[in-house]
């Protein structure tokens, strides 16, 4: 399974932004998904997730309501579509997958996924 995160970029605070991850595999329809960032000099911290098995969906705390994941099966792609952005949004951007399905609160954790993009820049201006 390869992953490959898009469209990151540089945008002002309240602006919108929308990251893409286009991922291999035949069974792409069935894999968990998720989304993580590295702001720098921090650790990578947890974005948003969507289980394969049903598309049930969570989110950090600090982008709930402002960011949405969103999945094209047809495609093999995951989305992140985030508004509202804030300069704290600054970060490398990452999509992971995994092929097992996990409890919702498995989704959080960056050592439940097999598979990883090499991640995608945002940079939100003040």
């Known amino acids: 399974v390869q992953l490959q995160a898009f469209g990151g970029g540089l945008v002002q605070a309240g602006g919108s932004l929308r990251v893409s991850c286009v991922v291999s595999?035949?069974?792409?329809?069935?894999?968990?998904m998720g989304w993580f960032r590295q702001a720098p000099g921090k650790e990578r911290e947890f974005v948003a997730g969507m289980r394969g098995s049903d598309g049930k969906t969570v989110y950090a705390d600090s982008v709930k309501g402002r960011f949405t994941i969103s999945r094209d099966n047809a495609k093999n792609m995951v989305y992140l579509q985030m508004n509202s952005l804030k300069p704290e949004d600054t970060a490398v951007y990452y999509c992971?997958?995994?092929?097992?399905?996990?409890?919702?609160?498995?989704?959080?954790?960056?050592?439940?996924?097999?598979?990883w993009g090499q991640g995608t820049l945002v940079t939100v201006s003040s």
């Open positions: 992971a997958a995994d092929q097992r399905q996990w409890v919702m609160s498995a989704l959080t954790r960056a050592q439940m996924y097999d598979y």
């Open positions: 595999g035949r069974a792409f329809s069935t894999y968990t």
